[in-house]
């Protein structure tokens, strides 16, 4: 089974052998810094190299330099830290060009760490559409900190917190021990809605071990095991009721159907929401069940952005249902699921064809 898709330089085979990035982000004050500076002295991060944006907001001076060489620097615990030179993509051929020269240490990961301000979405458009970083790096997951005492007011306030909130993988509360327990549950309540299936891991003053972090990142979908882990569908069923944060700004929900979908009309849906809505969608991932293959298809697309479809061999036990969980800006929730319906009456003929894609149109 071949699938096409924009932006994807490359198969299966080669992405296992790409380097796994973290971005890790987080609005000002939510305690990135004091994060990344005790990941750098943990000792499950000496083959890690870190990218961020000015050396003195990690505190470098107190890390123990060993040795230094143009835009990078290694510590004693063994990580490489180096600043974003101009292009994020530059700065990681870079890196790669001075390991494979001998001149820094081999590294096995990379964590990129982004400003306050920071939108995700261009540093997850370069290491998925530039094939020359594409060919070496894959994004793992996106990690955001939140401040558990001013973080409730700064989502209310700034959409850049709330897009940092709505494309996590893993928030991380910081600064828990200060908020206290209601003001944690309030915060906890508030980022359901805009991320229901991220992980939320309460820490104080960043006090998290590298192993405590990897453990809960979600599980790559390679396999009918981790399936449901990466979904979190049950999640999405849980806010789908119309509920939807601020204003209608941020919202999330579900799409399930127990019928097989065609292939080719599988595709044109997925080509028209990506086409007309992509800016608007910060989240979409999706197990889908098409008619004649033997295990489910997974799909999953940042923003506009789609990563290639993956063919798993096994469904999970007992559910063969379609389940494509969103998380998106003034999405329109019933116009998504009137087009996947239309998608699935598609016949191949170019009457259908258009019919399909004008379903789509009219959802925005």
């Not at 405590?212 to 806010?239: H, I, M, Q, V």
């Not at 063919?311 to 009137?338: C, K, M, S, Y």
């Amino acid at each position: 089974m071949k699938w096409e898709s924009p932006g994807s330089h490359s198969r299966q085979a080669g992405r296992q052998r790409t380097i796994p990035a973290l971005l890790l982000t987080g609005f000002l004050g939510s305690g990135k810094t004091t994060l990344l500076n005790r990941l750098l002295r943990d000792p499950h991060m000496t083959d890690t190299a870190v990218v961020i944006n000015e050396f003195g907001d990690v505190a470098i001076d107190h890390l123990l330099v060993e040795s230094a060489i143009e835009n990078a620097v290694v510590l004693q615990s063994g990580c490489i830290c180096c600043t974003v030179r101009g292009d994020l993509v530059d700065t990681l051929l870079d890196l790669v060009a001075k390991r494979d020269r001998g001149l820094i240490p081999p590294f096995s990961r990379v964590v990129i760490e982004t400003t306050g301000l920071a939108d995700p979405s261009p540093i997850l458009r370069s290491l998925i559409t530039q094939k020359a970083v594409a060919d070496l790096f894959h994004m793992q997951a996106v990690i955001t900190t939140i401040d558990g005492v001013n973080g409730l007011r700064q989502i209310g306030e700034f959409e850049e917190a709330r897009r940092q909130v709505a494309m996590a993988d893993l928030l991380i509360l910081s600064k828990a021990d200060l908020a206290g327990p209601a003001a944690a549950s309030s915060l906890a309540q508030t980022l359901r809605p805009l991320n229901p299936s991220a992980e939320l891991l309460p820490v104080q003053n960043g006090n998290v071990t590298a192993e405590r972090l990897f453990a809960a990142l979600p599980a790559k979908p390679t396999k009918a095991g981790n399936l449901s882990c990466w979904l979190k569908a049950e999640a999405f069923a849980a806010e789908d009721d119309g509920l939807s944060a601020h204003g209608g700004e941020i919202s999330s929900f579900v799409i399930t159907m127990d019928e097989a979908i065609d292939r080719d009309a599988l595709n044109i849906w997925l080509a028209s929401i990506i086409s007309l809505r992509g800016d608007d969608i910060l989240r979409m991932k999706g197990v889908i069940n098409v008619a004649g293959e033997a295990g489910p298809v997974v799909v999953h697309a940042a923003g506009p952005l789609l990563h290639e479809p993956d063919a798993l061999d096994d469904w999970p036990e007992g559910d063969r249902r379609t389940q494509i969980v969103f998380i998106g800006r003034n999405l329109p929730q019933t116009g998504i699921h009137r087009s996947f319906l239309t998608m699935l009456r598609w016949k191949p003929n170019a009457a259908n064809h258009e019919s399909a894609i004008n379903e789509t149109d009219r959802s925005s």
